[in-house]
């Protein structure tokens, strides 16, 4: 099973995953999900927005904060988890009626064995 497979099972929760590590993305998206966003959208997400985000977010949190370990983000639609790894990042994205949070741990750890 490869990671993405694996992070889709950690929830039935999780409409989308992406990684972006070591300058390449790979993603896949949970089939008839009402209110998705489009595909070419999610990839300057994943491209431009998230890692722009973490760096700024990860700056701060190292002047005097302890660090910085994820984002989340709440849309109209669903809530997007952004979690920094040491060569990019993964971006999950939940249902609303999920709590992310508490799958933020067991994700960070797959991720971290890959």
Same mark, same amino acid.
């Given at each position: 099973m490869n990671l993405i497979d694996q992070i889709f099972a950690v929830s039935s929760a999780i409409r989308y995953v992406?990684?972006?590590r070591g300058g390449s993305l790979s993603s896949a998206v949970k089939e008839d999900l009402n209110a998705a966003s489009s595909s070419e959208s999610d990839k300057y997400e994943e491209l431009l927005v998230n890692p722009t $985000?973490?760096? $700024?977010a990860r700056q701060r949190g190292e002047i005097d904060c302890g660090?910085?370990?994820y984002i989340l983000i709440r849309y109209g639609n669903f809530y997007q988890l952004v979690i920094d790894l040491p060569d990019g990042h993964v971006s999950i994205c939940f249902a609303l009626e999920s709590n992310p949070l508490s799958s933020v741990?067991?994700?960070?750890q797959l991720c971290l064995l890959k």
């Open positions: 992406a990684l972006y $985000l973490l760096k $700024l660090g910085m370990r741990d067991e994700i960070a």
